[in-house]
Protein backbone atom coordinates (compact mmCIF):
# COMPACT_ATOMS: atom_id res chain seq x y z
CA UNK A 1 0.00 0.00 0.00
CA UNK A 2 1.00 3.86 -0.78
CA UNK A 3 2.46 5.52 1.97
CA UNK A 4 0.91 8.36 0.78
CA UNK A 5 1.82 12.08 2.08
CA UNK A 6 4.26 12.55 5.06
CA UNK A 7 3.68 14.79 8.07
CA UNK A 8 5.98 15.23 11.55
CA UNK A 9 2.63 15.61 13.77
CA UNK A 10 -1.10 14.92 13.06
CA UNK A 11 -3.76 15.93 15.38
CA UNK A 12 -7.26 13.55 14.94
CA UNK A 13 -10.11 15.75 16.16
CA UNK A 14 -10.44 19.15 16.59
CA UNK A 15 -12.58 19.80 19.94
CA UNK A 16 -11.32 21.17 22.98
CA UNK A 17 -8.47 18.42 23.41
CA UNK A 18 -7.36 17.94 19.91
CA UNK A 19 -7.67 21.93 19.53
CA UNK A 20 -5.72 22.59 22.78
CA UNK A 21 -3.23 20.37 21.82
CA UNK A 22 -2.84 21.76 18.24
CA UNK A 23 -2.87 25.18 19.68
CA UNK A 24 0.83 24.45 21.69
CA UNK A 25 1.91 22.68 19.23
CA UNK A 26 1.73 25.42 16.63
CA UNK A 27 2.46 28.19 19.49
CA UNK A 28 6.05 26.49 20.20
CA UNK A 29 6.78 26.36 15.96
CA UNK A 30 6.02 22.69 14.94
CA UNK A 31 4.61 22.02 12.26
CA UNK A 32 0.84 21.01 13.59
CA UNK A 33 -2.17 19.81 10.84
CA UNK A 34 -5.70 18.75 12.56
CA UNK A 35 -8.10 17.13 10.55
CA UNK A 36 -11.58 17.65 11.88
CA UNK A 37 -14.90 15.31 10.45
CA UNK A 38 -17.16 18.40 10.95
CA UNK A 39 -17.09 21.27 7.85
CA UNK A 40 -18.79 23.64 10.06
CA UNK A 41 -19.15 25.08 13.77
CA UNK A 42 -21.97 22.62 15.56
CA UNK A 43 -23.98 22.09 18.67
CA UNK A 44 -22.75 19.16 21.01
CA UNK A 45 -24.41 16.85 23.98
CA UNK A 46 -22.83 18.74 26.89
CA UNK A 47 -24.12 20.41 29.90
CA UNK A 48 -21.56 23.50 29.03
CA UNK A 49 -20.69 24.29 32.54
CA UNK A 50 -17.04 25.56 33.06
CA UNK A 51 -15.40 24.66 36.21
CA UNK A 52 -12.64 26.93 37.33
CA UNK A 53 -9.71 24.34 35.99
CA UNK A 54 -11.50 24.25 32.46
CA UNK A 55 -11.17 28.31 32.46
CA UNK A 56 -7.01 28.12 33.79
CA UNK A 57 -6.55 26.06 30.31
CA UNK A 58 -8.72 28.17 28.21
CA UNK A 59 -7.35 31.63 29.62
CA UNK A 60 -3.36 29.81 29.19
CA UNK A 61 -5.13 29.42 25.37
CA UNK A 62 -5.53 33.38 25.10
CA UNK A 63 -9.58 32.20 25.09
CA UNK A 64 -11.62 35.15 26.98
CA UNK A 65 -14.53 33.41 28.12
CA UNK A 66 -16.11 37.65 28.70
CA UNK A 67 -15.46 38.52 24.67
CA UNK A 68 -17.28 35.42 23.90
CA UNK A 69 -20.67 35.80 26.02
CA UNK A 70 -20.17 33.06 28.89
CA UNK A 71 -22.34 33.17 32.10
CA UNK A 72 -21.45 33.28 35.44
CA UNK A 73 -21.96 30.35 37.81
CA UNK A 74 -21.58 30.81 41.51
CA UNK A 75 -24.15 28.95 43.05
CA UNK A 76 -25.63 25.49 42.65
CA UNK A 77 -29.00 24.53 43.27
CA UNK A 78 -29.70 20.64 44.05
CA UNK A 79 -33.91 19.64 43.50
CA UNK A 80 -35.34 16.26 43.71
CA UNK A 81 -38.87 16.62 43.48
CA UNK A 82 -40.57 19.29 45.37
CA UNK A 83 -37.40 19.79 47.44
CA UNK A 84 -34.21 22.21 46.61
CA UNK A 85 -31.43 22.50 48.88
CA UNK A 86 -28.30 25.51 47.74
CA UNK A 87 -25.11 25.55 47.72
CA UNK A 88 -22.08 28.20 46.67
CA UNK A 89 -19.62 26.86 45.04
CA UNK A 90 -16.45 27.07 45.80
CA UNK A 91 -15.35 29.06 42.50
CA UNK A 92 -17.31 31.32 40.00
CA UNK A 93 -18.29 28.68 36.73
CA UNK A 94 -18.84 29.77 33.61
CA UNK A 95 -21.30 28.35 31.12
CA UNK A 96 -20.95 28.46 27.14
CA UNK A 97 -22.15 27.32 24.19
CA UNK A 98 -19.95 24.11 22.60
CA UNK A 99 -20.77 25.43 19.66
CA UNK A 100 -19.02 28.67 20.25
CA UNK A 101 -16.23 28.08 22.25
CA UNK A 102 -14.85 24.82 20.27
CA UNK A 103 -14.72 27.09 17.61
CA UNK A 104 -13.04 29.81 19.68
CA UNK A 105 -10.39 27.23 20.29
CA UNK A 106 -9.77 25.89 16.59
CA UNK A 107 -9.25 29.33 15.54
CA UNK A 108 -6.63 30.08 17.91
CA UNK A 109 -4.89 27.06 17.14
CA UNK A 110 -5.53 28.44 13.38
CA UNK A 111 -3.79 31.92 14.15
CA UNK A 112 -1.07 30.53 15.64
CA UNK A 113 -0.01 28.56 12.72
CA UNK A 114 -2.00 25.19 12.95
CA UNK A 115 -2.97 23.82 9.57
CA UNK A 116 -6.86 22.70 10.03
CA UNK A 117 -8.57 20.25 7.45
CA UNK A 118 -12.03 20.22 8.24
CA UNK A 119 -15.21 18.05 6.91
CA UNK A 120 -12.96 15.16 6.14
CA UNK A 121 -13.13 12.01 8.80
CA UNK A 122 -10.43 9.79 9.50
CA UNK A 123 -11.26 6.14 8.98
CA UNK A 124 -8.68 4.14 10.28
CA UNK A 125 -5.12 4.42 11.99
CA UNK A 126 -2.61 2.11 12.75
CA UNK A 127 1.20 2.52 14.89
CA UNK A 128 3.98 0.75 13.57
CA UNK A 129 7.60 1.41 15.85
CA UNK A 130 8.66 4.11 13.82
CA UNK A 131 5.10 6.04 12.53
CA UNK A 132 1.47 6.04 12.74
CA UNK A 133 -0.98 5.53 9.29
CA UNK A 134 -3.51 7.65 9.18
CA UNK A 135 -7.06 6.74 6.35
CA UNK A 136 -8.59 9.85 5.56
CA UNK A 137 -11.92 9.85 3.96
CA UNK A 138 -11.18 10.91 0.33
CA UNK A 139 -7.52 12.38 0.89
CA UNK A 140 -6.32 9.11 1.17
CA UNK A 141 -3.06 8.05 3.62
CA UNK A 142 -1.03 10.26 5.81
CA UNK A 143 1.95 9.06 7.37
CA UNK A 144 2.57 10.50 10.81
CA UNK A 145 5.91 10.51 13.02
CA UNK A 146 3.41 11.07 15.55
CA UNK A 147 -0.69 11.46 16.13
CA UNK A 148 -2.61 12.74 18.47
CA UNK A 149 -6.17 10.73 18.87
CA UNK A 150 -8.46 12.97 19.78
CA UNK A 151 -11.91 12.07 18.83
CA UNK A 152 -13.94 12.29 21.63
CA UNK A 153 -16.93 9.88 21.48
CA UNK A 154 -16.04 8.42 18.44
CA UNK A 155 -13.63 5.46 18.15
CA UNK A 156 -11.42 5.29 15.25
CA UNK A 157 -11.03 1.94 13.48
CA UNK A 158 -7.95 0.16 14.68
CA UNK A 159 -7.77 2.09 17.80
CA UNK A 160 -11.21 1.70 19.37
CA UNK A 161 -11.18 1.94 23.19
CA UNK A 162 -11.66 -1.17 25.59
CA UNK A 163 -14.38 -0.13 27.73
CA UNK A 164 -13.74 -3.19 30.57
CA UNK A 165 -15.68 -1.70 34.01
CA UNK A 166 -17.09 1.59 32.33
CA UNK A 167 -20.82 2.00 32.24
CA UNK A 168 -22.79 1.59 28.17
CA UNK A 169 -26.50 2.03 29.36
CA UNK A 170 -26.54 5.78 29.73
CA UNK A 171 -28.32 8.21 26.93
CA UNK A 172 -27.30 11.59 27.27
CA UNK A 173 -29.82 14.78 25.77
CA UNK A 174 -29.04 18.55 25.41
CA UNK A 175 -32.02 21.61 24.55
CA UNK A 176 -30.96 24.99 24.44
CA UNK A 177 -34.44 26.82 25.44
CA UNK A 178 -35.32 30.69 25.49
CA UNK A 179 -36.67 30.84 28.74
CA UNK A 180 -39.53 33.71 29.82
CA UNK A 181 -37.84 36.68 30.88
CA UNK A 182 -38.96 35.71 34.59
CA UNK A 183 -37.02 32.59 34.56
CA UNK A 184 -34.12 34.06 33.28
CA UNK A 185 -33.79 36.10 35.80
CA UNK A 186 -34.33 33.11 38.46
CA UNK A 187 -31.84 31.05 37.08
CA UNK A 188 -28.83 33.69 36.30
CA UNK A 189 -25.96 32.95 38.76
CA UNK A 190 -26.96 28.94 39.20
CA UNK A 191 -26.90 25.73 37.75
CA UNK A 192 -29.51 23.64 39.06
CA UNK A 193 -28.74 19.75 39.30
CA UNK A 194 -32.71 17.76 38.88
CA UNK A 195 -32.44 14.22 40.52
CA UNK A 196 -35.69 12.35 38.98
CA UNK A 197 -36.51 8.57 38.78
CA UNK A 198 -34.02 7.11 36.36
CA UNK A 199 -31.41 9.98 35.43
CA UNK A 200 -30.66 13.34 36.20
CA UNK A 201 -30.49 16.84 34.89
CA UNK A 202 -28.69 20.16 34.77
CA UNK A 203 -30.14 23.65 33.58
CA UNK A 204 -28.07 26.81 33.55
CA UNK A 205 -27.53 29.91 31.34
CA UNK A 206 -24.77 29.63 28.59
CA UNK A 207 -25.62 32.71 26.77
CA UNK A 208 -27.29 35.99 27.31
CA UNK A 209 -30.70 34.65 26.89
CA UNK A 210 -30.02 31.11 26.21
CA UNK A 211 -30.64 27.97 28.80
CA UNK A 212 -29.07 24.58 28.36
CA UNK A 213 -30.92 21.57 29.75
CA UNK A 214 -28.91 18.81 29.50
CA UNK A 215 -30.09 15.17 30.77
CA UNK A 216 -28.37 11.67 31.56
CA UNK A 217 -31.07 8.77 31.51
CA UNK A 218 -30.72 5.14 31.88
CA UNK A 219 -31.78 3.23 28.73
CA UNK A 220 -34.42 1.27 30.75
CA UNK A 221 -35.65 4.89 31.73
CA UNK A 222 -36.30 6.09 28.07
CA UNK A 223 -37.34 2.61 26.90
CA UNK A 224 -40.30 3.13 29.97
CA UNK A 225 -41.18 6.85 28.13
CA UNK A 226 -41.77 4.44 24.29
CA UNK A 227 -37.82 6.41 23.37
CA UNK A 228 -39.75 9.33 22.79
CA UNK A 229 -38.00 12.78 24.50
CA UNK A 230 -41.75 14.58 24.83
CA UNK A 231 -43.08 11.93 27.06
CA UNK A 232 -39.62 11.52 28.87
CA UNK A 233 -39.14 15.37 29.38
CA UNK A 234 -43.28 15.61 30.75
CA UNK A 235 -42.55 13.13 33.15
CA UNK A 236 -39.30 15.10 34.10
CA UNK A 237 -41.66 17.97 34.36
CA UNK A 238 -44.49 16.02 35.89
CA UNK A 239 -42.45 15.07 39.29
CA UNK A 240 -40.76 18.26 39.75
CA UNK A 241 -42.63 21.55 39.96
CA UNK A 242 -39.11 23.65 39.76
CA UNK A 243 -38.09 22.56 35.98
CA UNK A 244 -42.28 22.95 35.16
CA UNK A 245 -42.00 26.52 36.33
CA UNK A 246 -38.34 27.08 34.40
CA UNK A 247 -39.77 25.73 31.31
CA UNK A 248 -43.01 27.24 31.54
CA UNK A 249 -43.24 29.78 28.20
CA UNK A 250 -39.68 29.14 26.87
CA UNK A 251 -38.82 27.89 23.22
CA UNK A 252 -37.15 25.49 22.20
CA UNK A 253 -34.66 25.79 19.91
CA UNK A 254 -33.23 23.16 18.31
CA UNK A 255 -36.19 21.42 16.55
CA UNK A 256 -35.45 18.31 18.15
CA UNK A 257 -32.80 16.99 21.28
CA UNK A 258 -29.08 16.17 20.75
CA UNK A 259 -28.71 12.71 21.81
CA UNK A 260 -25.75 10.43 22.76
CA UNK A 261 -26.07 6.77 23.27
CA UNK A 262 -23.80 4.42 25.09
CA UNK A 263 -21.59 6.54 26.97
CA UNK A 264 -18.82 4.83 28.75
CA UNK A 265 -19.02 6.57 32.07
CA UNK A 266 -15.64 5.53 34.17
CA UNK A 267 -13.63 4.38 31.06
CA UNK A 268 -9.80 5.30 31.83
CA UNK A 269 -7.39 4.18 29.13
CA UNK A 270 -4.97 1.47 30.38
CA UNK A 271 -1.66 1.66 29.05
CA UNK A 272 0.09 -1.32 27.64
CA UNK A 273 3.96 -1.30 27.96
CA UNK A 274 4.35 -3.11 24.60
CA UNK A 275 2.36 -0.59 22.72
CA UNK A 276 4.30 1.33 20.03
CA UNK A 277 4.98 4.78 20.66
CA UNK A 278 4.08 7.99 18.74
CA UNK A 279 0.06 7.62 19.37
CA UNK A 280 -1.14 9.94 22.05
CA UNK A 281 -4.77 9.69 23.44
CA UNK A 282 -6.37 12.80 24.26
CA UNK A 283 -9.39 13.74 25.81
CA UNK A 284 -12.67 11.24 25.76
CA UNK A 285 -10.29 8.75 24.68
CA UNK A 286 -8.05 8.55 27.62
CA UNK A 287 -10.78 9.10 30.23
CA UNK A 288 -14.53 9.56 30.50
CA UNK A 289 -15.74 11.21 33.89
CA UNK A 290 -19.31 10.86 34.52
CA UNK A 291 -20.78 14.49 33.77
CA UNK A 292 -22.45 15.00 37.36
CA UNK A 293 -19.56 16.46 38.13
CA UNK A 294 -18.84 19.11 35.55
CA UNK A 295 -15.04 18.45 34.55
CA UNK A 296 -15.09 16.69 31.28
CA UNK A 297 -14.36 19.78 29.05
CA UNK A 298 -11.04 20.23 32.02
CA UNK A 299 -10.02 17.26 31.81
CA UNK A 300 -10.05 17.16 28.05
CA UNK A 301 -8.09 20.33 27.93
CA UNK A 302 -5.74 19.05 30.79
CA UNK A 303 -5.14 16.12 28.26
CA UNK A 304 -4.46 18.17 24.95
CA UNK A 305 -2.27 20.80 26.86
CA UNK A 306 0.10 17.74 28.96
CA UNK A 307 0.19 15.49 25.61
CA UNK A 308 1.58 18.84 23.83
CA UNK A 309 3.87 19.77 26.30
CA UNK A 310 5.19 15.87 27.35
CA UNK A 311 5.68 15.68 23.43
CA UNK A 312 7.92 18.95 23.21
CA UNK A 313 9.78 17.78 26.15
CA UNK A 314 10.28 14.05 25.14
CA UNK A 315 9.55 13.63 21.86
CA UNK A 316 7.49 10.43 20.37
CA UNK A 317 7.10 8.30 23.84
CA UNK A 318 3.76 8.86 24.17
CA UNK A 319 4.16 5.99 27.16
CA UNK A 320 5.42 8.89 29.53
CA UNK A 321 2.35 10.83 28.66
CA UNK A 322 0.00 8.15 29.31
CA UNK A 323 1.52 7.39 32.53
CA UNK A 324 1.01 10.61 34.21
CA UNK A 325 -2.21 11.55 32.58
CA UNK A 326 -3.87 8.21 33.91
CA UNK A 327 -2.45 8.97 37.41
CA UNK A 328 -4.01 12.33 36.92
CA UNK A 329 -7.67 11.25 36.02
CA UNK A 330 -8.19 8.07 37.55
CA UNK A 331 -8.99 9.01 40.86
CA UNK A 332 -11.56 11.71 39.87
CA UNK A 333 -12.88 9.07 36.98
CA UNK A 334 -13.71 6.86 39.94
CA UNK A 335 -14.86 8.90 42.65
CA UNK A 336 -17.23 10.52 40.19
CA UNK A 337 -18.55 6.88 38.67
CA UNK A 338 -19.00 5.89 42.54
CA UNK A 339 -21.34 9.09 42.78
CA UNK A 340 -22.90 8.73 39.18
CA UNK A 341 -24.01 4.89 40.39
CA UNK A 342 -25.56 6.10 43.41
CA UNK A 343 -27.32 8.77 41.82
CA UNK A 344 -29.10 6.63 39.89
CA UNK A 345 -31.51 4.96 42.38
CA UNK A 346 -33.84 6.82 44.06
CA UNK A 347 -32.07 5.73 47.83
CA UNK A 348 -28.73 7.02 46.63
CA UNK A 349 -30.51 10.17 45.30
CA UNK A 350 -31.94 10.77 48.62
CA UNK A 351 -29.12 10.18 50.38
CA UNK A 352 -27.14 12.18 48.53
CA UNK A 353 -29.76 15.39 48.63
CA UNK A 354 -30.33 15.24 52.69
CA UNK A 355 -26.39 14.80 52.72
CA UNK A 356 -26.56 18.04 50.83
CA UNK A 357 -29.42 19.81 52.77
CA UNK A 358 -27.26 18.77 56.50
CA UNK A 359 -23.77 19.38 55.19
CA UNK A 360 -23.18 21.38 52.46
CA UNK A 361 -19.47 21.18 52.75
CA UNK A 362 -19.54 17.87 51.94
CA UNK A 363 -20.98 18.66 48.36
CA UNK A 364 -18.28 21.63 47.95
CA UNK A 365 -15.42 18.80 49.49
CA UNK A 366 -16.76 16.16 46.87
CA UNK A 367 -16.28 18.62 43.78
CA UNK A 368 -12.79 19.57 44.95
CA UNK A 369 -11.71 15.83 44.91
CA UNK A 370 -12.89 15.38 41.35
CA UNK A 371 -11.06 18.17 40.22
CA UNK A 372 -7.54 18.03 38.06
CA UNK A 373 -5.40 18.57 40.75
CA UNK A 374 -3.33 21.67 41.03
CA UNK A 375 0.26 20.07 40.54
CA UNK A 376 -0.77 17.89 37.76
CA UNK A 377 -1.97 21.45 35.98
CA UNK A 378 1.37 22.78 36.88
CA UNK A 379 3.10 19.75 35.04
CA UNK A 380 0.26 20.45 31.94
CA UNK A 381 1.60 24.39 32.07
CA UNK A 382 4.70 24.36 32.71
CA UNK A 383 6.13 23.70 29.53
CA UNK A 384 3.64 25.11 26.77
C1 LIG B 1 -24.44 14.38 28.79
C2 LIG B 1 -23.10 15.00 28.95
C3 LIG B 1 -22.96 16.20 29.65
C4 LIG B 1 -21.70 16.77 29.83
N1 LIG B 1 -21.61 17.93 30.53
C5 LIG B 1 -20.40 18.48 30.77
C6 LIG B 1 -20.28 19.69 31.48
O1 LIG B 1 -21.27 20.34 31.85
N2 LIG B 1 -19.03 20.17 31.74
C7 LIG B 1 -17.90 19.53 31.33
O2 LIG B 1 -16.79 19.99 31.62
N3 LIG B 1 -17.99 18.38 30.61
C8 LIG B 1 -19.20 17.85 30.30
N4 LIG B 1 -19.30 16.72 29.55
C9 LIG B 1 -18.07 16.09 29.03
C10 LIG B 1 -17.49 16.81 27.80
O3 LIG B 1 -18.52 17.13 26.89
C11 LIG B 1 -16.45 15.90 27.11
O4 LIG B 1 -15.63 15.31 28.07
C12 LIG B 1 -15.60 16.72 26.14
O5 LIG B 1 -16.40 17.19 25.09
C13 LIG B 1 -14.50 15.85 25.54
O6 LIG B 1 -13.76 16.64 24.61
P1 LIG B 1 -13.00 15.93 23.41
O7 LIG B 1 -12.20 17.00 22.74
O8 LIG B 1 -12.32 14.71 23.90
O9 LIG B 1 -14.16 15.40 22.43
P2 LIG B 1 -15.22 16.19 21.54
O10 LIG B 1 -15.54 17.49 22.12
O11 LIG B 1 -16.33 15.22 21.32
O12 LIG B 1 -14.44 16.44 20.18
C14 LIG B 1 -14.11 15.39 19.30
C15 LIG B 1 -13.97 15.97 17.90
O13 LIG B 1 -13.49 14.96 17.02
C16 LIG B 1 -14.20 15.00 15.80
N5 LIG B 1 -14.16 13.66 15.22
C17 LIG B 1 -14.81 12.55 15.64
N6 LIG B 1 -14.50 11.49 14.87
C18 LIG B 1 -13.63 11.95 13.93
C19 LIG B 1 -12.94 11.34 12.85
N7 LIG B 1 -13.11 10.03 12.59
N8 LIG B 1 -12.13 12.09 12.08
C20 LIG B 1 -11.95 13.43 12.35
N9 LIG B 1 -12.58 14.06 13.36
C21 LIG B 1 -13.40 13.34 14.16
C22 LIG B 1 -15.62 15.43 16.22
O14 LIG B 1 -16.32 15.99 15.14
C23 LIG B 1 -15.32 16.41 17.35
O15 LIG B 1 -15.22 17.75 16.89
C24 LIG B 1 -20.54 16.13 29.32
C25 LIG B 1 -20.67 14.95 28.59
C26 LIG B 1 -21.94 14.39 28.40
C27 LIG B 1 -22.05 13.12 27.62
Redesign the pocket.
Known amino acids: MSEGRAEEIVI???????ASAASILAGAGRPALL????AEPRH????????IE?QTYLAHLGIDLDALGASRISHLRLIQGRSMTKVRLPFVARGLS?RIL?EALLQQAHSRGARIIRG????SISVDPSKVRIDVASSGQISAATAFL?????D?RGMKRVYAGAMDDLI?F?MHYHLAEEQQQALEGAVEVILFSGGYA?LQMVEQYVANL?L?VSRQCFEQVSRSWDTLLDRIIGGCPYIAERLQGARALFERPLS?FQ?PYGFVHAPDPNEPQGLFR????VG??P?FT???????LHSGCLAASTFLAHGRVSSIYHGWIRSDIHRSIRLASILNRAVRHAAGQRAVFHLCRIWPAAMRHVTTLTRVQEASMSRALSAS
Open positions: VGGGLAGIERDKVCGEFLSARDQAVKATGKHVGKGCVIILGDQVISGEGMSIA
